[in-house]
């Protein structure tokens, strides 16, 4: 995937050794942007740690909002028509945690590959995460839209893990305790997961490393360098003691024991000690502490998901579907797309 250009904002930590003079202007080879000099440097074969990319479920979708509204970004704006009017921290959320990636990796992503979160524009909104944009140049139309690109890094990552945690290597061969070159070239041997997943993803080290290290492109040390930047300047919360468990559904986090029936395919999945859903099943289990079932709509004549608005045709009054399949007051559908339990799923006017 192509590395786009972003500034760093970073205090200067260590003196890059050799490269450029201070006034010479780099050029990155894959953007044709103007490159920074490094500002920090990272080990080339340990850029980030397992729990950096797995991590971070507890970051909610109103943490997201608040970033990007804090780096003055367009996507605090933005709403995804193809995913029912979605916001971006929305997407970001709920595609990153549906396949237990970190939302804060994702928004180190996005960065390095389309400088959208700093950005006040739409440049590069189209190839947000640079997935399905080879380095050998142009992008797949599949691909192409925000909420399209975040599902699909998503989902190459947890490819990726999968592999990985099989024992396997990755699609391109990467591997921990494994040394393969990159397309600096470097030889490099990832001693985790994380760094073999970056660099499948992107087989570049770049400017930000401090063996083999380029200055005329991003590369995968780039995404190190804007994931820790992220991480110092909000206030994201370790997510304390408690578990809970993400549900799209709900678009929120349930406590263990609480069942949703998923909005995707109406399956009943429960929320487990260890923070992940059970594999699911077509009726309800019997040990739910809570639930999120679909709510019966005579007006639709059929059962919607939860979090669905709906005009009634009983006294053309908005509500949403709520916990416990009840019915809640909901008179701001029609004009924000939100309810009491949050952005209505889907909206149906009379």
Same mark, same amino acid.
């Given at each position: 995937?192509?590395?786009?250009?972003?500034?760093?904002?970073?205090?200067?930590?260590?003196?890059?050794?050799?490269?450029?003079?201070?006034?010479?202007?780099?050029?990155?080879?894959?953007?044709?942007?103007?490159?920074?000099?490094?500002?920090?440097?990272?080990?080339?074969?340990?850029?980030?740690?397992?729990?950096?990319?797995?991590?971070?479920?507890?970051?909610?979708?109103?943490?997201?909002?608040?970033?990007?509204?804090?780096?003055?970004?367009?996507?605090?704006?933005?709403?995804?028509?193809?995913?029912?009017?979605?916001?971006?921290?929305?997407?970001?959320?709920?595609?990153?945690?549906?396949?237990?990636?970190?939302?804060?990796?994702?928004?180190?992503?996005?960065?390095?590959?389309?400088?959208?979160?700093?950005?006040?524009?739409? #440049?590069?909104?189209?190839?947000?995460?640079?997935?399905?944009?080879?380095?050998?140049?142009?992008?797949?139309?599949?691909?192409?839209?925000?909420?399209?690109?975040?599902?699909?890094?998503?989902?190459?990552?947890?490819?990726?893990?999968?592999?990985?945690?099989?024992?396997?290597?990755?699609?391109?061969?990467?591997?921990?305790?494994?040394?393969?070159?990159?397309?600096?070239?470097?030889?490099?041997?990832?001693?985790?997961?994380? #760094?073999?997943?970056?660099?499948?993803?992107?087989?570049?080290?770049?400017?930000?490393?401090? =063996?083999?290290?380029?200055?005329?492109?991003?590369?995968?040390?780039?995404?190190?360098?804007?994931?820790?930047?992220?991480?110092?300047?909000?206030?994201?919360?370790?997510?304390?003691?408690?578990?809970?468990?993400?549900?799209? #559904?709900?678009?929120?986090?349930?406590?263990?024991?609480?069942?949703? =029936?998923?909005?995707?395919?109406?399956?009943?999945?429960?929320?487990?000690?260890?923070?992940?859903?059970?594999?699911?099943?077509?009726?309800?289990?019997?040990?739910?502490?809570?639930?999120?079932?679909?709510?019966?709509?005579?007006?639709?004549?059929?059962?919607?998901?939860?979090?669905?608005?709906?005009?009634?045709?009983?006294?053309?009054?908005?509500?949403?579907?709520?916990?416990?399949?009840?019915?809640?007051?909901?008179?701001?559908?029609?004009?924000?797309?939100?309810?009491?339990?949050?952005?209505?799923?889907?909206?149906?006017?009379?």
């Amino acid at each position: 995937m192509k590395l786009r250009y972003t500034l760093l904002l970073l205090p200067a930590l260590l003196a890059v050794g050799c490269g450029p003079s201070e006034d010479e202007v780099v050029v990155d080879e894959l953007t044709g942007q103007v490159l920074e000099p490094a500002t920090t440097e990272y080990d080339m074969h340990r850029l980030l740690e397992d729990t950096d990319i797995t991590g971070g479920q507890w970051i909610t979708v109103a943490q997201v909002q608040a970033f990007l509204q804090q780096k003055g970004s367009y996507l605090a704006t933005y709403k995804d028509p193809a995913w029912n009017n979605k916001t971006a921290a929305t997407l970001i959320v709920e595609q990153s945690k549906l396949q237990t990636i970190s939302p804060l990796y994702m928004l180190a992503r996005i960065q390095t590959e389309s400088s959208l979160i700093t950005s006040g524009t739409s #440049t590069n909104l189209a190839k947000a995460t640079g997935c399905g944009c080879p380095d050998s140049g142009g992008c797949s139309t599949s691909y192409a839209g925000f909420g399209k690109q975040i599902e699909c890094s998503a989902k190459k990552l947890r490819g990726y893990l999968v592999d990985l945690d099989a024992g396997r290597a990755t699609i391109s061969g990467w591997k921990p305790g494994v040394l393969k070159s990159t397309s600096d070239p470097c030889s490099v041997k990832p001693v985790n997961k994380a #760094t073999a997943a970056l660099y499948t993803y992107t087989p570049w080290v770049g400017a930000y490393a401090i =063996q083999c290290g380029r200055t005329d492109v991003g590369g995968s040390s780039l995404v190190a360098v804007k994931y820790n930047q992220f991480k110092g300047e909000y206030n994201w919360g370790t997510g304390g003691t408690t578990v809970t468990c993400y549900s799209g #559904t709900v678009e929120a986090n349930v406590a263990v024991g609480v069942c949703v =029936q998923s909005s995707s395919d109406a399956i009943w999945r429960q929320c487990q000690a260890d923070g992940t859903f059970t594999a699911g099943t077509t009726t309800k289990p019997t040990t739910c502490t809570a639930s999120w079932p679909y709510c019966s709509s005579a007006t639709l004549g059929r059962s919607v998901p939860a979090r669905t608005c709906v005009q009634s045709s009983g006294d053309s009054q908005w509500h949403q579907c709520g916990a416990e399949g009840a019915w809640q007051s909901a008179p701001t559908a029609p004009t924000s797309g939100t309810g009491p339990v949050g952005t209505c799923y889907a909206t149906y006017a009379l």
